[in-house]
């Protein structure tokens, strides 16, 4: 008997295990395919909002802003003004940047603020309510790139948002539930908000009036209304009447910073990533990298050999995520090193095909020197072949679930993402250390992966996803899906996926993953966690098809929607 289990599991093996033909093209599942323009979002009114910007003549840039807020009005869940985010951009010349406007600790931020006097942390702190507030960025990063590289005016890219604030939104099914999920925090976390109403159904409407007052009072006077104004009060004054420590002095002394891009190659195509405090860019270069020399296309797509070499370096990626990185306006960050080839060669020089190496086993690297799943992304590109790449955040679902009264939005819960206790895993398990650690005016770290991809000097891809600490993984199996399996980006976005990060010891697995694989991974001596990944992450993308077209792909997962001309 044992031998006949034994011979089926290798015949399981030799069967997902066959070479991948390259597919010619045709007769495959496609996205929506544009002659001009192009905007993948979590919402169709976003999304929609954004292509009338770029039909009216706006840029990417003018665009990314109409979208943003639209995904506040019809994405409460994630599209934010109470958070943050990074964008990451190339313009039709080549010339890249990113910019910074992640959430950032307040003053009175101490490093030991969520434990209590025996040194453990303190359950909810973090992660519920006024004291897990960061300062908000969205607001400053979107008047930032708009001062630098927008064209429409800034209260043309604003109206559209209240006018959808003011109309309503049609609430849909996957929404419904959502809100009908998390209202007892809503209520738990603050007072009163109009989504305590009533147990929501799909095709209500929600007017957010006080939300359209708010937008309209930044529209009439600019960014210093959020950060200094009518609105940094109201903020102010509800998040102290919660017991929390945010202040008028914080909110004034918030800029975005821009960042320079982390790139490198992957099989002669240019990746263009977040740098830190995202981790997103480090470690996708790390992930993509450590697995080059050992060519994953030979291996059909989530195969177990596929599943296992991805899986080892996410492994030893997430490993030093963990140990290395951070703010760094704060700490030294060794991106060089930790993305050099060497170094990477190295890290993976342990790693077999004839069995899963324990993360227990797994540290973070040596160096000689220094040099999340509640969050939303999208992705856009112009006629003129600007692209734009954007994730942002409230961090966990509805943020704090603090809901401003009389401004009308959530309040992120970012301070989770620091390393509370170093050692001590955040809301999506991630372990962080001292590098990650609460300080006044920090930017937390983030798993925010916003990217863009090259071919041959052209843009290839835009690609990126909301899901905590699967972000990273998501973004990287989708280049993979393209580059090695020349799959549509639909069909790449649609794929089923799994995520390993160091700690807990374990692969997740979406449901409709092809089972065939858990007893080879399982006899290999990975552990198989199919309990606690419904879905795991949801990516907007934008494919350039050889002829110039684009071809978006929405993430079936979401309500998400691409629309272009």
Excluded at 253 to 269: L, M, S
Excluded at 400 to 428: I, Q
């Amino acid at each position: 008997m044992k031998r006949i289990i034994a011979l089926l599991l290798l015949a399981a093996v030799l069967l997902q295990c066959t070479p991948a033909p390259k597919k010619a093209g045709i007769n495959r599942k496609s996205g929506l395919v544009a002659q001009s323009a192009m905007v993948v979002s979590a919402r169709e009114e976003a999304s929609e909002i954004g292509l009338a910007i770029l039909k009216e003549g706006g840029n990417a840039f003018d665009a990314m802003v109409a979208t943003d807020l639209a995904l506040l009005v019809a994405f409460p869940f994630a599209g934010n003004i109470g958070g943050g985010g990074f964008m990451v951009y190339r313009l039709n010349n080549g010339d890249c940047g990113a910019i910074d406007y992640r959430e950032k600790a307040p003053l009175a931020a101490t490093h030991d603020m969520y434990l209590d006097d025996k040194g453990e942390v303190i359950p909810g702190n973090s992660t519920l309510g006024a004291m897990a507030i960061g300062v908000p960025g969205t607001i400053a990063g979107l008047f930032a790139v708009h001062e630098k590289l927008g064209s429409f005016p800034m209260e043309d890219l604003i109206q559209p948002a209240i006018d959808l604030a003011t109309k309503g939104v049609v609430v849909s099914e996957k929404q419904a539930n959502r809100l009908n999920h998390y209202k007892q925090h809503f209520n738990t976390a603050n007072g009163r908000t109009i989504l305590l109403d009533k147990e929501w159904t799909a095709g209500d409407t929600i007017r957010y009036q006080e939300l359209a007052g708010t937008l309209t009072r930044i529209r009439n006077n600019g960014k210093d209304e959020f950060y200094k104004g009518q609105t940094a009060q109201l903020i102010v004054d509800y998040v102290q009447q919660l017991g929390g420590i945010l202040t008028m002095e914080d909110l004034a002394a918030y800029e975005a910073k821009w960042r320079t891009p982390i790139t490198f190659t992957y099989k002669d195509n240019k990746i263009i990533a977040m740098p830190p405090p995202s981790s997103g860019g480090i470690c996708l270069a790390q992930i993509l990298k450590s697995i080059e020399p050992f060519h994953i296309g030979q291996y059909k797509q989530n195969s177990v050999q596929y599943i296992q070499l991805l899986t080892e370096a996410e492994r030893r990626a997430y490993a030093d995520r963990a140990h290395f990185l951070g703010d760094p306006d704060f700490v030294d960050i060794p991106t060089d090193s930790l993305t050099d080839q060497a170094y990477l060669n190295r890290r993976m020089a342990d790693f077999s095909w004839d069995k899963a190496t324990l993360s227990s086993d797994v540290s973070h690297g040596e160096l000689k020197g220094y040099e999340s799943n509640e969050t939303t992304h999208y992705s856009i590109v112009d006629s003129q072949g600007n692209a734009v790449s954007v994730t942002t955040t409230l961090n966990g679902a509805y943020g704090s679930k603090v809901y401003v009264a009389g401004a009308g939005f959530f309040l992120n819960n970012e301070m989770d993402d620091f390393s509370s206790k170093p050692g001590t895993p955040n809301m999506f398990g991630l372990i962080g250390a001292e590098a990650n650690a609460i300080a006044p005016q920090k930017r937390m770290l983030s798993s925010m992966t916003p990217t863009i991809v090259e071919q041959d000097g052209q843009l290839k891809m835009v690609v990126g996803s909301p899901g905590g600490s699967t972000i990273i993984t998501s973004v990287a199996q989708n280049i993979l899906n393209v580059l090695e399996y020349d799959m549509s980006m639909q069909e790449s976005v649609s794929m089923p996926r799994f995520h390993h990060q160091w700690l807990p010891d374990d692969i997740r697995f979406e449901p409709g993953f092809d089972s065939l694989v858990f007893a080879p991974l399982r006899e290999l001596g990975y552990l198989i966690d199919l309990s606690n990944s419904p879905i795991i992450g949801k990516v907007d993308a934008v494919l350039v098809l050889p002829d110039g077209t684009l071809e978006g792909g929405a993430d079936p997962r979401g309500d998400d929607k691409a629309a272009g001309f």
